[in-house]
């Protein structure tokens, strides 16, 4: 069956490090796309892609980049982690506008 | 901008119906939508329900829609422990192609 998986599931890191998450599908979804979710925010977008070679900056992009090189992966890079990067980090995959596929999670303590 | 609102917490009797609010931003959106998240999950897509339509039902789910008021709700009928969850209303505004949440609603379900 075809999924979309993140990995690491849980991380705790120190303010400053460079930090990558990783996202994987294989649904051969050509729009893939970072949210992060906070208690009071719902699901606030960081970063999407539409194909190959394509990212685009969501509502929260400051200190996030992402690259995509092929159609599976959008890893999503912290560059210097902060504490307000604490969050639980969501990727999710769609060919159409309004059915994502989410992964389940991958939840970042920058202490 | 606006931002889509919901009511952060619902508790409701095991069998007893959950109606979840949601107060969107564009009336031009052309769908709503409802996804469910399970603890310790990433969201599923639960339904949607076309901008022409005031009422679509689904099994032990109704969602009603007053687009005059901008205004979206979600019944679950004979609710279950199951049902507990995070419930997201989103809609995708005519000025952007992008899905965008609301903040959630905490369904808790007791015996």
């Known amino acids: 069956d075809a999924e979309i998986t993140q990995s690491p599931r849980h991380k705790i890191t120190e303010t400053g490090r460079q930090v990558t998450l990783a996202c994987h599908q294989t649904w051969n979804h050509n729009n893939m796309f970072w949210y992060r979710q906070d208690l009071g925010h719902g699901l606030r977008l960081i970063h999407y892609?539409?194909?190959?070679?394509?990212?685009n900056k969501g509502e929260v992009s400051d200190g996030y980049s992402v690259s995509r090189s092929n159609t599976e992966d959008l890893p999503l890079t912290l560059e210097s982690a902060a504490s307000s990067q604490t969050s639980v980090y969501f990727c999710a995959s769609s060919e159409s506008e309004g059915e994502l596929f989410f992964g389940e999670g991958s939840r970042l303590t920058v202490l | 901008g606006e931002d889509v609102e919901q009511s952060l917490f619902l508790s409701v009797r095991e069998g007893d119906s959950s109606v979840i609010n949601c107060t969107y931003t564009d009336s031009s959106s052309t769908y709503l939508y409802w996804y469910k998240q399970e603890p310790g999950a990433g969201l599923q897509l639960l339904t949607y329900?076309?901008?022409?339509?005031d009422m679509k039902q689904d099994q032990r789910l109704t969602v009603l829609l007053n687009k005059k008021d901008k205004h979206l709700s979600l019944r679950i009928a004979d609710t279950q422990t199951g049902d507990s969850a995070i419930y997201f209303c989103a809609e995708i505004p005519d000025n952007t192609d992008k899905l965008i949440f609301g903040t959630g609603t905490r369904l808790q379900v007791f015996p």
């Open positions: 892609s539409y194909g190959v070679q394509d990212t």
């Open positions: 329900i076309f901008s022409n339509m």
